[in-house]
């Protein structure tokens, strides 16, 4: 979702809209992953909610672990100017769902998004049985 992002911001600025990603990380551990995976960082705003005080207010904590780890759902606001909620999607899917991704980009009326399912990762590697 991050590669997508960050190749799709220039259409979220055109619409006069903006993206800010909040997550439990710190601002180091975010900053370290966008250098290690784009060797760049990422151009949208970051929140640090180490706290899980955002998380708590919102209802963005599972109950269960995520199988690749946490407690946070990824979610989906978009607000207007006054910050009224327009539309909220708990959890958001879009990492993982063309549909939900491009959404994104209809609820906005920008042109659509190109979304990359592997988010610039490497593919997984099989294991070979000996």
């Known amino acids: 979702m991050a590669a997508s992002l960050k190749h799709d911001y220039a259409k979220i600025l055109e619409v006069a809209a903006d993206l800010v990603m909040i997550s439990p990380d710190s601002l180091e551990e975010h900053r370290k992953y966008a250098l290690t995976l784009f060797r760049e960082e990422l151009p949208y705003r970051y929140v640090s909610d180490s706290n899980l005080e955002v998380a ?69 590697q099989k294991l070979h049985a000996s």
């Open 56 to 124: 708590r207010r919102y209802g963005l904590i599972r109950k269960k672990e995520h199988p690749h780890g946490g407690f946070y759902y990824r979610s989906l606001w978009i607000l207007n100017r006054d910050a009224i909620v327009l539309h909220k999607s708990v959890p958001w899917e879009g990492n993982s769902s063309v549909e939900e991704y491009q959404r994104l980009f209809k609820l906005i009326d920008s042109e659509p998004g190109e979304w990359r399912p592997m988010c610039g990762l490497r593919q997984p």
